[in-house]
């Protein structure tokens, strides 16, 4: 029972109505949850949160509180969307998509001192990210300590479209600070960011970041930062090897 982690439409469609049919004999809450995500996934919010409903009076699990909140925020219904996701982080405070619910969710009401902590390296997209770039477990996340001559920071751009469109716009200012970066925009935005920057400047999907090293004397570190981190200045947002 993980919440709405990524599940595609196609899936949902097709998954939908054998969870219905079960559901209709076997009410138990893990079926009654995953169809109510079902039904958000597709476009059924109203009938998400009435199966939903359904499961967490069955079972106060807190993917199934995660689950409502996020439908209720989709209706709009932000105050009874925050205390779902509350109460799910209450539970789970080690789970990254209930952090990251949660912290939206403090986000959307106001609270940006409480909810910075909890959202930051709450990102699941970091995880994803570091696949893609074929990143070691040595790469390390900055700590904004000043990077040697011979390290590299390796900018991950995550967020929104609009966050990965405006963000981008502070890496010049690396270079006036003397620091040798890399941009890793994903695929979608390669082909517009190539028009921007140096191609040697730019990673695309599947490249291997971090070579082996070098039989030299001396040491190449890579350290990876998240792009968001330039536009809101906080110093622990970036990874060294």
């Not at 910075?116 to 997209?125: F, L, V």
């Not at 996340?141 to 716009?169: C, M």
């Amino acid at each position: 029972m993980n919440g709405f982690q990524a599940l595609p439409v196609d899936a949902a469609l097709q998954r939908t109505p054998e969870l219905e049919q079960i559901a209709a004999t076997r009410p138990n809450s893990l079926i009654l949850h995953d169809l109510g995500v079902c039904y958000f996934t597709t476009g059924y919010p109203e009938k998400a949160l009435c199966v939903l409903e359904t499961a967490w009076k069955k079972n106060r699990n807190p993917s199934i509180a995660l689950s409502m909140g996020l439908v209720l925020k989709e209706l709009g219904r932000h105050e009874e969307s925050l205390e779902m996701l509350e109460l799910a982080y209450c539970s789970a405070p080690e789970d990254d998509y209930i952090r990251l619910g949660y912290s939206e969710g403090l986000l959307k009401a106001g609270f940006w001192k409480q909810a910075w902590p909890i959202y930051d390296n709450a990102r699941p997209t970091q995880q994803a990210a570091a696949i893609d770039l074929r990143l070691s477990l040595g790469v390390r996340e900055w700590n904004g300590s000043p990077l040697g001559a011979h390290q590299k920071l390796i900018v991950i751009n995550e967020g929104g479209t609009g966050d990965r469109f405006s963000y981008a716009r502070w890496l010049p200012e690396l270079t006036k600070l003397g620091i040798d970066w890399v941009f890793y925009p994903y695929e979608e935005l390669f082909s517009f960011y190539e028009r921007i920057f140096p191609r040697e400047r730019l990673v695309k999907d599947g490249e291997q970041i971090v070579p082996a090293r070098l039989k030299n004397s001396r040491r190449t570190d890579r350290t990876v930062c998240r792009s968001w981190g330039f536009a809101t200045k906080r110093r622990n947002s970036t990874k060294a090897d």
